[in-house]
Protein backbone atom coordinates (compact mmCIF):
# COMPACT_ATOMS: atom_id res chain seq x y z
CA UNK A 1 0.00 0.00 0.00
CA UNK A 2 1.11 3.88 -0.43
CA UNK A 3 1.81 5.87 2.35
CA UNK A 4 1.23 9.73 2.23
CA UNK A 5 2.85 12.12 4.03
CA UNK A 6 2.09 16.24 3.77
CA UNK A 7 4.29 18.89 4.35
CA UNK A 8 4.14 23.00 4.09
CA UNK A 9 1.14 23.97 5.84
CA UNK A 10 1.54 26.96 8.05
CA UNK A 11 0.14 30.53 9.08
CA UNK A 12 -0.42 33.01 6.52
CA UNK A 13 -1.90 36.35 5.87
CA UNK A 14 -5.13 36.37 3.89
CA UNK A 15 -4.54 37.00 0.46
CA UNK A 16 -0.61 34.81 0.87
CA UNK A 17 0.35 31.95 -1.07
CA UNK A 18 1.11 28.29 0.43
CA UNK A 19 2.25 25.56 -1.58
CA UNK A 20 1.04 22.08 0.01
CA UNK A 21 3.17 19.03 -0.38
CA UNK A 22 2.01 15.21 -0.47
CA UNK A 23 5.38 12.51 -0.34
CA UNK A 24 4.26 9.33 -1.27
CA UNK A 25 6.29 6.07 -0.52
CA UNK A 26 5.67 2.13 -0.56
CA UNK A 27 4.02 2.41 -4.36
CA UNK A 28 4.86 4.50 -7.07
CA UNK A 29 2.07 7.16 -7.23
CA UNK A 30 1.68 7.42 -10.38
CA UNK A 31 -0.55 4.32 -9.96
CA UNK A 32 -3.02 6.38 -8.04
CA UNK A 33 -4.89 9.51 -8.87
CA UNK A 34 -4.80 12.00 -6.24
CA UNK A 35 -7.04 14.29 -4.22
CA UNK A 36 -6.54 16.81 -1.57
CA UNK A 37 -9.54 16.99 0.91
CA UNK A 38 -9.67 19.67 3.98
CA UNK A 39 -11.47 19.92 7.14
CA UNK A 40 -12.47 22.89 9.24
CA UNK A 41 -13.60 22.34 13.35
CA UNK A 42 -17.08 21.25 13.36
CA UNK A 43 -17.09 21.05 9.79
CA UNK A 44 -17.48 17.73 7.39
CA UNK A 45 -14.28 16.66 5.07
CA UNK A 46 -14.53 18.20 1.48
CA UNK A 47 -13.19 17.84 -1.15
CA UNK A 48 -10.65 20.45 -2.80
CA UNK A 49 -8.71 19.45 -5.79
CA UNK A 50 -8.00 15.87 -7.61
CA UNK A 51 -5.78 14.96 -10.09
CA UNK A 52 -5.61 11.84 -12.31
CA UNK A 53 -2.42 9.25 -12.67
CA UNK A 54 -0.94 11.18 -15.18
CA UNK A 55 -2.08 14.74 -14.34
CA UNK A 56 -3.91 15.23 -17.30
CA UNK A 57 -7.18 16.01 -15.80
CA UNK A 58 -8.22 17.91 -12.94
CA UNK A 59 -11.21 18.96 -10.74
CA UNK A 60 -11.15 21.84 -8.21
CA UNK A 61 -14.23 22.54 -6.12
CA UNK A 62 -15.64 26.03 -7.09
CA UNK A 63 -14.19 27.55 -4.14
CA UNK A 64 -11.02 27.15 -4.76
CA UNK A 65 -11.18 27.95 -8.88
CA UNK A 66 -8.49 30.04 -10.13
CA UNK A 67 -7.07 30.39 -7.27
CA UNK A 68 -5.79 26.60 -6.25
CA UNK A 69 -3.33 24.37 -8.69
CA UNK A 70 -2.69 20.61 -8.19
CA UNK A 71 -0.08 19.40 -9.65
CA UNK A 72 1.90 16.07 -9.70
CA UNK A 73 5.86 14.77 -10.56
CA UNK A 74 5.26 11.09 -10.94
CA UNK A 75 9.14 11.01 -11.15
CA UNK A 76 9.39 12.41 -7.81
CA UNK A 77 6.54 10.60 -6.61
CA UNK A 78 5.38 13.61 -5.07
CA UNK A 79 2.13 16.01 -5.90
CA UNK A 80 1.56 19.66 -4.54
CA UNK A 81 -1.56 22.19 -3.97
CA UNK A 82 -0.55 25.72 -4.94
CA UNK A 83 -2.85 27.82 -2.73
CA UNK A 84 -2.81 31.03 -3.77
CA UNK A 85 -4.77 34.17 -3.25
CA UNK A 86 -5.84 32.21 0.46
CA UNK A 87 -9.10 33.36 2.50
CA UNK A 88 -9.84 32.99 6.42
CA UNK A 89 -12.50 30.37 4.98
CA UNK A 90 -9.75 27.99 3.62
CA UNK A 91 -8.25 27.41 6.71
CA UNK A 92 -8.08 23.88 7.97
CA UNK A 93 -6.40 20.89 8.04
CA UNK A 94 -5.53 20.16 4.65
CA UNK A 95 -5.25 15.77 3.73
CA UNK A 96 -3.76 14.13 0.25
CA UNK A 97 -5.58 11.07 -0.73
CA UNK A 98 -4.85 8.02 -3.19
CA UNK A 99 -7.25 5.92 -4.79
CA UNK A 100 -6.18 3.30 -7.41
CA UNK A 101 -7.98 4.04 -10.93
CA UNK A 102 -7.66 3.38 -14.22
CA UNK A 103 -5.34 6.52 -15.99
CA UNK A 104 -7.30 8.80 -17.03
CA UNK A 105 -10.26 8.76 -14.06
CA UNK A 106 -10.39 10.88 -10.93
CA UNK A 107 -12.21 10.62 -7.71
CA UNK A 108 -13.77 13.84 -5.95
CA UNK A 109 -15.28 12.24 -2.75
CA UNK A 110 -13.63 11.31 0.20
CA UNK A 111 -15.33 7.99 0.06
CA UNK A 112 -13.37 7.14 -3.01
CA UNK A 113 -9.96 6.88 -1.38
CA UNK A 114 -8.64 4.17 0.15
CA UNK A 115 -5.11 6.30 1.44
CA UNK A 116 -4.82 9.00 3.41
CA UNK A 117 -2.26 11.33 4.88
CA UNK A 118 -2.17 12.90 8.31
CA UNK A 119 -2.87 15.95 7.71
CA UNK A 120 -1.54 19.50 7.82
CA UNK A 121 -2.36 22.58 8.97
CA UNK A 122 -3.24 26.14 7.33
CA UNK A 123 -3.94 28.59 8.89
CA UNK A 124 -5.35 32.18 7.36
CA UNK A 125 -5.35 35.28 9.28
CA UNK A 126 -7.69 38.38 8.34
Known amino acids: QVSLVESGGGLVQTGGSLRLTCAASGRTLSNYCVGWFRQAPGKEREFVAA????????YYADSVKGRFTIIRDNALNKAYLQMNSLEPEDAAVYYCAADRVKWAEVTTTPNGYDYWGQGTQVTVSS
Open 51 to 58: ISRGGERT
